[in-house]
């Protein structure tokens, strides 16, 4: 793993060397003696590892183009073959930089749709040209600014970007409102920044000095391609392509796996132990003791030692609202809202301190669990009746019922439209025209149209923001270790979003029916289990949250929160109303963390 960033369509005159400099030293947890620059006529790029001692040769050079990036490709051999077979000479040692190097000189553009993997890149010439692409889930982060002097400063880091003083760190005020009513922005491409925005998820950027630099989406998830098969195949391919995924990801040494209690991540350590047996392996679980009710710690505890597994519990008791700044003085690049993210961070740094790789079991749920309704409905309108009977019988025999609890009534939640927060400065929200914002963001949505209701709501909700994946990055949890996440897989995506919903996707059948013999029955057999308690409620109950409400915020959020309206939040009982209520404080945290530069 590591950092980059590149300038590219502006002269490298003294003073332009001296701003891309600043830049460069900023990459997180660069060391001069490993970092790389170069310099062109219109162009540069920077290369950092996140570990020092490892070599990763970059910048990448072929035919006069220059390659830097955080890259990692599932199926390398495959890109050595297709490139072979368009006469493109590739050495059998040729590093996943060199390949996608040769792709882009073979292909152009069209390269980023025969790369698997998780990677963001940027590919640069002496004369200001410049391709730059972010994977198709936005596992890896990529930004970009535009310099006020011609051209575009590309990034996988916002605090390299923000060092660079054509640059600057002037707030971007829709941001910040997004953040203080939604957590985080609505708009894909934007951040708290003005002057950087987002590359999306499925994007690149292309074009060259004096030209338009184009950002254009090469890829999207596809919910329209449901197969109508219920062959007994599909248990061994689901092993098959999650062991694949691992196999890419886990390296030979072996690693780290943020192991729940539940299905999803104990399935992955169970294909790891058969992927990599010699390799050394290792789980790690967030769990309470007494905070909470919470089973995970016991049923984790009993995965592990079936897969004879090192297993260390994180215990979340003794945390207290935003230790991630209070005690870990963490500094992510960008404000996030994880009141209780403490035990998270903590989480982290104990693997870290063994491991360089962590795998978690995200998203197993939106790949493996849906709605049966859409399918049966379907079924029905279309008079497959045989397809209907055979899959109500499975949904029947599966649930101990005959109408999905989709079917049953509800009650109806939407109630009346809340209004904005009473702390919310009225000027800004009138500036922003916020309530509009608000009340168009508090519209239902439209009802997914896919007969896979949940995976298209889910993973097409992580398209759209672009961002989910970037609080795993090192640079966001402050741990020098990589997060890398199976499921996500674009194989086993691909192939989870063909699966009818019945009876593949009825409690996840397809995963339990693949895991049996693999780990106790159990956790095979065991129900999704929410959380029986909030743990952030439960700390807001100690006296050692009072502080919250003694809080004295700073001029930094004057203009956008009346601090006095506030409301007390220690003590206080109601999810929704904390959750909000903490909001202005988890913003302000965060600037008084974030060193302040001109803007």
């Not at 830049?23 to 570990?51: C, D, I, Y």
């Not at 290792?282 to 592990?304: C, K, M, N, Q, S």
């Not at 439960?538 to 601090?563: C, E, T």
Request: net charge neutral.
């Amino acid at each position: 793993m590591s950092y980059f960033c590149v300038v590219a369509g502006t002269p490298m005159t003294e003073a332009a060397r001296a701003d891309f400099d600043l830049m460069a030293k900023a990459l997180p947890f660069a060391e001069e003696s490993s970092r790389v620059t170069w310099f062109g006529q219109r162009s540069a790029n920077a290369h950092a590892p996140l570990w020092p001692e490892i070599e990763l040769a970059q910048p990448a050079v072929y035919q006069g183009l220059h390659f830097v990036g955080d890259v990692r490709l599932d199926d390398p051999d495959q890109l050595r073959q297709a490139l072979r077979g368009a006469g493109v000479d590739v050495e059998a040692s040729c590093g996943d930089p060199h390949l996608i190097l040769r792709a882009y000189a073979r292909w152009g553009d069209e390269c980023v749709s025969r790369l698997l993997g998780d990677f963001s890149f940027a590919i640069c010439d002496g004369n200001g040209l410049l391709f730059c692409a972010r994977d198709p889930l936005g596992i890896k982060p990529l930004f970009r600014a535009p310099l006020r002097e011609g051209g575009w400063a590309v990034s996988n880091s916002i605090e390299a970007l923000r060092r660079h003083p054509q640059i600057g760190s002037a707030l971007d005020e829709y941001a910040l409102a997004d953040f203080l009513l939604f957590d985080m922005p609505c708009e894909p491409a934007r951040t708290i920044y003005s002057g950087i925005q987002r590359i999306p998820a499925g994007h690149f950027v292309t074009g060259r000095a004096g030209g338009e630099f184009r950002l254009r989406a090469y890829w999207q998830p596809r919910f329209d391609q449901v197969e109508n098969t219920l062959s007994i195949d599909h248990v061994e391919e689901i092993v098959r392509l999650l062991r694949q995924a691992i196999e890419a990801r886990l390296p030979s040494e072996g690693g780290a796996i943020l192991m729940s209690g539940g299905l999803d991540s104990t399935a992955l350590a169970a294909l790891a132990r058969e992927a990599r047996p010699a390799a050394s392996l290792e789980a790690f679980t967030v769990a309470y003791d007494h905070l909470v009710p919470d089973d995970e710690a016991r049923f984790a505890g009993i995965a592990a030692k079936h897969l004879d597994i090192p297993w260390s519990p994180c215990t979340g008791d003794d945390f207290a609202p935003f230790d991630q700044y209070r005690r870990f003085g963490v500094q992510p690049p960008e404000p996030l809202h994880e009141p209780d993210g403490g035990v998270y961070v903590a989480a982290y740094r104990e693997p870290a301190r063994r491991h360089r790789v962590l795998l978690t079991g995200y998203d197993g749920d939106a790949l493996l669990a849906d709605s049966p309704k859409p399918y049966l409905r379907h079924a029905m309108v279309h008079r497959r009746w045989l397809r209907a009977s055979v899959a109500t019988a499975h949904y029947a025999f599966l649930e101990r019922r005959i109408v999905p609890r989709s079917w049953r009534s509800q009650p109806d939640r939407l109630g009346s439209r809340r209004e904005l927060p009473e702390w919310l400065s009225p000027d800004f929200a009138a500036r922003l025209h916020l309530h509009q914002r608000w009340q168009d963001r508090a519209s239902p949505a439209a009802p997914p149209t896919s007969l896979r209701p949940y995976a298209e709501r889910s993973l097409g909700l992580l398209y759209r923001q672009s961002r989910f994946f970037e609080r795993f990055d090192p640079a966001v949890t402050g741990e020098r270790i990589e997060c890398r996440h199976p499921f996500m897989d674009l194989r086993v995506v691909r192939f989870c979003l063909t699966l009818p919903p019945v009876p593949w996707c009825v409690r996840k059948e397809l995963l339990r029916r693949a895991m049996r013999g693999r780990l106790p029955d159990s956790i095979v057999q065991r129900p999704k289990t929410p959380m029986q308690g909030a743990p952030l409620l439960a700390m807001l109950q100690q006296s050692r949250s009072a502080w919250i409400d003694q809080f004295d915020y700073n001029d930094r959020l004057a203009g956008y929160v009346l601090s006095d309206k506030i409301p007390r939040v220690h003590r206080e009982s109601n999810m929704d109303r904390a959750w909000s209520n903490l909001r202005p404080l988890s913003l302000q945290l965060w600037l008084n963390q974030t060193p302040a530069l001109n803007s």
